[in-house]
């Protein structure tokens, strides 16, 4: 049960790249309009700029390719698995990837709260 890797890692990441460049475009649009309206300055928008912490982007993608990458193990040695029409793959996997998102979301609460006190 091999799959074609490059036909299924080539469309994403196609699709991935224009979703980004599409992104950094629109938000390239948007501080030039927000500029030129005069509602805010470009010191305001370097400021904008630090607020969305990179850091914090970084450990939920380095959780989520964790836990999926774990989940993946697991799957390995799981006979049952290996099933052709079986959906325990996927219960796992989502399993895995659910926790990573929850780890997540309680890092990000605690540190919300510390900086709130």
């Known amino acids: 049960m091999m799959f074609d890797l490059a036909g299924i890692l080539v469309p994403i990441g196609f699709f991935a790249t224009v979703f980004l460049l599409v992104r950094i475009i629109f938000d390239f649009i948007l501080k ?58 996927f219960g796992v996997e989502l399993v895995f990837i659910a926790v990573g998102f929850l780890l997540y979301y309680v890092i990000i609460r605690n540190q919300k709260s510390n900086t709130k006190i």
Do not use: C, M, Y
Not at 35 to 46: D, P, T, V
Not at 60 to 89: C, M, Y
């Open 32 to 89: 030039n309009r927000l500029i030129n309206s005069g509602q805010i300055g470009a010191e305001s928008l370097k400021l904008l700029n630090h607020v969305s912490d990179s850091k914090l982007a970084s450990l939920k993608w380095g959780l989520l390719l964790f836990f999926s990458g774990a989940g993946l193990i697991v799957l390995d040695f799981i006979p049952e698995a290996t099933l052709r029409n079986s959906p325990l793959p």
